[in-house]
């Protein structure tokens, strides 16, 4: 498979006051053509900086980070003809109309059919009704929008996305959800931040967990449950979950048992006991309401391994 984005033993402090913080701390992963690829971790983890290291705004002490082969700290120019960004770090200049700043943005970046670029740009972000408004006055969530609808402008084959739906509405957020599928479609590579693990799971092809500047784990979301989740998971709805919880852990089939407000779920250490589990719940003699096999919580999986590492 073709790696479009690698990023090798990189590392970056910063020196703020006294201390000095340790953003990045040797990072490698590679991310592949067409590959939507998430960065998740809690604040301060340094995303955002890794991502304006890829963007070439900021140089790291060590390692490399390339895009299509070129180098992100000497080679920027060139990458960003072929990518673009959004991040905290974009901002929108005052007085002009989103439209008037998108053509703008297209002369600056030496763009031919700008008509249709800014046209699709807007429908894409659905902001054609607030083409005429003034950019500058944009609420938080358009604003997001906007500077959306700017990184799509060069038709980038490489998209880096810092945090693509904080501070939007329900509908915006799934608007974004949509562009994002509908881009990677067309075989855009795209890297997101977020600290929504749902989102990620909806979105990515394959994730990073980042932990004070670490990658503590990687790969696809079936990998990772593998990894850190390999119990199968039964709950069970009953009438007397104390008394089945007892006859269960009789049969010393199950590792660990979490009782909820009206269910069970029994932590088991292998399908194969699935069956033995379902004779000991019935042969307990407690009313049963339903039986299923779940999938551990994204949340679970998230706290256990930033927790644990
Ligand atoms: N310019 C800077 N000067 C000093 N410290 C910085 C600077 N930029 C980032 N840091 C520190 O580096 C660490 C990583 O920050 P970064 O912004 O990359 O985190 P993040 O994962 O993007 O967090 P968030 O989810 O809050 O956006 C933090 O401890 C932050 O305070
Ligand atoms: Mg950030």
Redo the contacts with the bound molecule.
């Keep these: 498979m073709e790696s479009v984005v690698s990023v090798s033993k990189i590392s970056k402090s910063?020196?703020?006051g006294q201390e000095k913080?340790k953003?990045l701390d040797s990072v490698n992963f590679n991310i592949n053509k067409g590959e939507v690829f998430g960065l998740l971790?809690?604040?301060?983890?340094?995303?955002?900086?890794?991502i304006a290291i890829l963007c070439g705004f900021l140089i790291p002490d060590s390692g490399t980070a390339s895009i299509f082969n070129m180098s992100c700290t000497t080679q920027s120019e060139k990458i960003q003809k072929r990518m673009n960004f959004v991040s905290g770090f974009s901002g929108v200049m005052d007085f002009f109309t989103a439209e008037e700043l998108l053509y703008f943005y297209c002369m600056l970046y030496n763009l031919d059919n700008t008509k249709k670029r800014v046209d699709t740009a807007l429908k894409i972000t659905d902001l054609q009704k607030h083409r005429k408004r003034i950019a500058a006055d944009f609420s938080s969530g358009l604003s997001r929008r906007f500077l959306i609808s700017k990184a799509l402008l060069n038709d980038p084959e490489v998209l880096l996305l810092?945090?693509p739906t904080v501070g939007l509405d329900v509908d915006a957020a799934s608007n974004m959800r949509n562009m994002i599928n509908k881009m990677k479609k067309t075989g855009t590579t795209i890297l997101l931040?977020t600290?929504n693990m749902r989102e990620a799971e909806e979105l990515c092809d394959r994730v990073a967990l980042?932990k004070e500047?670490r990658i503590i784990a990687c790969g696809t979301f079936a990998e990772l449950r593998k990894k850190f989740f390999p119990l199968e998971v039964v709950e069970v709805h009953s009438d007397d979950p104390d008394k089945l919880e007892k006859q269960v852990l009789a049969t010393k089939l199950v590792i660990k048992t979490q009782k909820l407000e009206d269910s069970i779920k029994f932590y088991l250490k292998s399908k194969t006991d699935v069956n033995k589990l379902l004779k000991a719940v019935i042969s307990s003699g407690v009313g049963i309401r339903s039986i299923t096999t779940i999938e551990p919580e994204l949340e679970d999986l998230y706290t256990k391994v930033m927790r644990n590492v």
């Design positions: 910063f020196s703020s913080i953003a971790g809690p604040n301060g983890a340094g995303k955002t900086t890794l810092d945090e931040t600290h980042i500047g």
